[in-house]
């Protein structure tokens, strides 16, 4: 069987809480990757604050629907950023986020092959019929990315997000089982 | 249309009003012991409510509403005689970007095709975009929601996602709908 854990650049992994919020709190002072990767507002927060939040995930135990990730490089076991999966279990729908939070690690299909990793999980060991994804309109990185992990594009929101004074579109993306399983046997994307 | 002296929560036949923690669970648990309306209403799991149970709903919503501070939450009523008929919801407001989600629900079949959600679209417009200043509305529904969709084309929505298949229901696969409408097309609208 596969390792579902472990592809050609990095691997999924489950940091401890310390170590995971020491990052993190680094990574939320770079606003470039926060407004990358999120929609939310920047915000800063203590590595007190971030390290609590993983504790008191571990404290009210496995949430089912949820399967968060830190991804390590494979080549010099660094700590570059995090995957996330959030399940509707009814709808069998998984919804993913993923960060690259070190820099030097941006447009080298890092977080490519740790995307890879998240929708093979989610179809192979989660049983879901599709994965789902929104990026802003203006991570172009983001978007060719999600196409080479089998990606579509299914639509854009118009205008509904304002940053530096500019209205931008968000574009949401989804991969369905069967697609995905027929890239698998070497379709073309 | 812009009058200050206009009723935000007065339409024509219906009016928005505040939850009544006496009368409205017992009529809501009726509503949640219809499985189309869920099914309409809701993408979680129809599941039927007693009185108990939604007058609980209540409480914890009119919690969240507080604690959040980005959900306003309407009852919808009959203005002749004050019967409950639906709700109409503004949620997930993000006051950084000027965006939300619209909910609207018409709880009985015998209000349905009366214009009832027409007039609660018309009045829940008019709150997003001349009293919470946002900058655009947000709608999702099912495919198979024909009402909801015919709904939102005429008031120039437009359709700007399709997640394929990202219902299962009735053993089968359906598509969700994203419809958007920006203040712009509003206003352009309200003045034509």
């Not at chain 1, 070190?102 to 890092?110: A, L, P």
């Not at chain 2, 949640?32 to 039927?48: C, Q």
């Not at chain 2, 000027?98 to 009985?108: A, F, H, K, V, Y």
Request: contains cysteine; glycine residues 8%.
């Amino acid at each position: 069987m596969k390792d579902l854990f472990r592809g050609e650049l990095v691997r999924l992994t489950s940091e401890e809480p310390e170590l995971r919020a020491k990052h993190e709190a680094r990574w939320q002072r770079d606003t470039e990757f926060h407004r990358l990767a999120d929609g939310d507002p920047a915000e800063l927060n203590s590595e007190k604050k971030i390290k609590a939040w993983t504790e008191k995930n571990i404290e009210s135990g496995f949430n089912p629907e949820r399967y968060p990730f830190s991804i390590r490089t494979l080549v010099d076991d660094k700590l570059i950023g995090f995957l996330g999966l959030w399940l509707n279990l009814i709808h069998g729908e998984a919804w993913v986020g993923i960060g690259i939070g070190e820099r030097d690690y941006w447009g080298k299909g890092y977080g490519t092959d740790a995307m890879k990793l998240g929708v093979q999980f989610a179809f192979m060991e989660l049983g879901m019929q599709r994965v789902s994804l929104g990026l802003h309109e203006y991570n172009a990185r983001a978007l060719k990315s999600y196409e080479k992990a089998g990606f579509k594009l299914e639509g854009r929101t118009r205008q509904d997000m304002l940053r530096e004074g500019k209205r931008t579109d968000t574009l949401w993306m989804g991969v369905l089982r069967d697609e995905w399983l027929q890239l698998q046997r070497g379709a073309k994307p | 249309m812009f009058d200050i002296a206009t009723q935000l929560f007065d339409g024509q036949d219906i009016r928005f009003g505040p939850i009544d923690y006496e009368k409205d669970p017992e009529i809501e648990s009726k509503w949640t012991h219809n499985a189309e309306f869920m099914r309409l209403y809701e993408f979680e799991p129809a599941r039927p409510m007693s009185a108990a149970i939604v007058k609980k709903q209540y409480e914890k919503l009119e919690k969240k509403i507080e604690e959040d501070k980005n959900l306003y939450h309407f009852m919808l009523r009959a203005r002749d005689d004050d019967r409950l008929i639906g709700k109409a919801v503004v949620s997930r407001i993000e006051w950084a970007s000027g965006n939300c989600q619209l909910r609207l629900g018409i709880g009985s079949a015998d209000d349905r095709r009366k214009g009832y959600g027409t007039q609660a679209l018309k009045m829940l417009l008019r709150f997003a975009f001349a009293e919470l200043n946002l900058f655009r509305v947000t709608a999702n529904m099912a495919e198979y929601n024909e009402g909801a969709i015919a709904l939102m084309k005429k008031f120039g929505f437009t359709e700007e996602v399709r997640r394929r298949q990202s219902l299962e229901r009735d053993g089968r696969r359906w598509d969700l709908l994203v419809f958007g409408l920006l203040k712009d097309e509003w206003l352009n609208q309200a003045q034509a």
